[in-house]
């Protein structure tokens, strides 16, 4: 794997794409550094190898400049957490950032302006609605000729490219895989994002077995590839969370007013069925937290999952469920953990969630490894501490669940190939 760790960076300006898409209050301060804290051992990797370091990302989704979201906003954090004054540029491919460039020395780090202040960078024309499909076909042209020379211009500031912006990743945008055609012989992985391509690839490929793969959320139809792709790899596969109910309607279960996909329930019949031919165990918990309402406040009662009265809602997994898929997570040497087992938002129903959590952590303890990824598993991990208990967490959501669809991303792939 092409990294920062088998590169010569003496002398070298290194252009680096980071995710700095953090979350500011409305006094422009981060309430969520993670993702900053995140890229250091990159950025100190360089610096201690003898080069600088141009920083881009984006912040938000701008419709075009914007103060609001302007990345000045995270120098203040960014100089602290490096221990220098990073430098600025007020434009990502303006002459401000040209001149600052050129005048970098070893160990200086200046961070560009937000690269989607710039249309190029997703490379979609920003259109008022009313605009015929003539227009439309137009400004896409012209968008796609215009990103040639916008990514010209962000590759021409630098000597090397590195990404390390995995939340970014399954983008084809111009500063996370265009760009890499400019340095053929000078682009590699930053530490984030060669960790979270070995983790994927370790749960996927090189795992060792029992592999078992617990998927929760809301909707059976956000997950049909991922559940498709995982179907032929694992041992044991558990449906949790709102989609575990579209099964058990496909059961024929009784599930009051919990939701459901009524158009998939075919679909999860195919899918139990597809189990069984492989040999595949599913787990779908067996009884249920159900609430009269969806509400923290609301009165709940214990349910088996598949007999939950009409005027009743399913809104997490009960003790039984907890313990057959604590039981199966003992016995597995690779987990792959996404979604949560209930609403666990709401204090009333975050019990089932965060005893899978506990589960994974301990089996982690006990030999397996644990990748953690998607928003909400994410979320729940951190909020029940257990991020330091499980063997890695994944950093980008939609990257992520990509990954384990079996998609190729391209930020991945346009480093890769030669």
């Known amino acids: 794997m092409k990294t ?67 990345l000045k906003h995270i120098l203040p954090y960014l100089s602290e957490k490096l221990g220098k004054d990073v430098k600025f540029a007020d434009d990502c491919i303006g002459q401000s950032a040209v001149d600052l460039s050129a005048a970098l020395k070893p160990g200086d780090v200046m961070l560009l302006e937000n690269l989607r202040f710039y249309e190029e960078e997703e490379g979609k024309p920003r259109l008022p609605e009313t605009v015929t499909d003539e227009e439309k076909k137009e400004a896409k042209a012209r968008v796609k000729e215009s990103q040639k020379e916008f990514t010209k211009k962000l590759a021409g500031l630098a000597d090397c490219y590195v990404n390390d912006a995995f939340g970014t990743a399954h983008r084809a945008h111009a ?67 709102g989609m575990m109910f579209t099964f058990i309607k496909a059961q024929g279960g009784n599930i009051g007013g919990s939701l459901v996909e009524p158009e998939f329930v075919a679909l999860a019949q195919n899918i139990l069925q597809g189990a069984k031919e492989l040999g595949v165990n599913i787990l779908i918990p067996v009884d249920a937290i159900a609430a009269n309402a969806f509400a923290d406040d609301a009165e709940k009662k214990l349910c088996k999952s598949n007999e939950i009265p009409d005027g009743w ?28 087992m209930g609403v666990f938002e709401l204090c009333s129903f975050q019990k089932g969630t965060k005893d899978v959590a ?23 991990i951190n909020k029940f501490k257990l991020a330091d208990k499980v063997s890695y967490v994944s950093t980008g959501g939609g990257a992520m669940l990509e990954s384990i669809e079996g998609k190729e991303l391209p930020g991945v792939k346009a480093i890769l190939e030669d």
């Open 4 to 70: 920062v760790d088998n590169y010569d960076f003496t002398s070298k300006r290194a252009i680096v794409r980071v995710d700095f898409n953090v979350p500011l209050d409305e006094n422009f301060k981060i309430t969520d550094t993670t993702r900053i804290d995140a890229a250091i051992p990159t950025i100190e990797k360089i610096l201690s190898s003898g080069g600088s370091v141009i920083l881009m990302s984006h912040l938000g989704r701008p419709k075009g400049p914007s103060a609001k979201l302007s």
């Open 175 to 241: 500063s996370t895989a265009l760009i890499a055609k400019y340095f053929p012989n000078d682009k590699m992985f930053g530490y984030l994002m060669r960790d979270e391509v070995a983790a994927i690839k370790k749960v996927l490929e090189d795992n060792k077995r029992p592999f078992t793969a617990v998927l929760g959320g809301a909707k059976v139809s956000s997950k049909i590839e991922i559940i498709n792709h995982l179907l032929s790899k694992v041992d044991n596969l558990v449906i949790g969370g």
């Open 313 to 340: 809602m399913g809104l997490d997994i009960g003790p039984e469920s907890v313990e057959m898929i604590t039981k199966v997570l003992n016995e597995s040497k690779t987990i792959l953990w996404n979604g949560p």
């Open 358 to 380: 506990l589960a994974v952590a301990a089996a982690t303890a006990n030999g397996a490894f644990s990748l953690v990824g998607g928003g909400d598993s994410v979320a729940a």
